[in-house]
């Protein structure tokens, strides 16, 4: 996730400075990745290097608000229209299989079963945040969590299939 974009986004709708960019992000993903406060002000000075963003100045300001550039607005729209690339060979899981087949590991009971474990956890941490959420205000985390969870059930289905691949190897 581009936390940079994530913070063009937040400054699109009106300037911010950064402990209201930070409660704000928090906010948007209901307190699931909190965001360091030391990472949104170097990222914000990379968007003022960059003319993505400028500090709004004036007498008087305790904090420094920050507004969104012409140029910011066209990198976030233009961030907004790109698809985003997956990849399985980029899988952390995945690649640990490859490396575990290459070495002859024999332990590949425990290795599925310590990542279904993980992913059964997820599921439950996904479904008790999904019911927490208010389905009219909360419908874009809804549909993030609806998504998460079939591509959880997705990884499940698949785990099942190399267990069983490799269970019936001699």
């Known amino acids: 996730m581009s936390i940079k974009h994530a913070i063009l986004g937040l400054l699109y709708q009106k300037p911010r400075h ?15 990745w909190p965001l360091n406060t030391g990472q949104i ?24 608000p920050y507004k969104i550039t012409d140029k910011g607005t066209d990198e976030l729209l233009d961030w907004l229209l790109q698809p985003v690339e997956r990849s399985l060979f980029k899988d952390e899981f995945y690649f640990k299989l490859l490396c575990a087949k290459r070495i002859d590991f024999e332990q590949w009971r425990g290795m599925i079963d310590g990542q279904k474990r993980v992913l059964l956890m997820s599921v439950l941490e996904m479904t008790h945040l999904k019911n927490e959420l208010d389905t009219e205000r909360d419908t874009a985390m809804l549909l993030l969590l609806e998504g998460s969870l079939l591509h959880l ?16 190897e001699p």
């Open 41 to 64: 002000y170097t990222t914000l000075d990379r968007l003022v290097r960059d003319l993505l963003a400028e500090p709004l100045e004036g007498e008087g300001q305790d904090r420094k």
């Open 153 to 168: 059930e997705a990884d499940m289905k698949w785990l099942e299939l190399v267990d069983s691949l490799y269970h019936a």
């Open 18 to 32: 950064g402990y209201e960019i930070k409660t704000e992000f928090e906010q948007m993903v209901h307190k699931q």
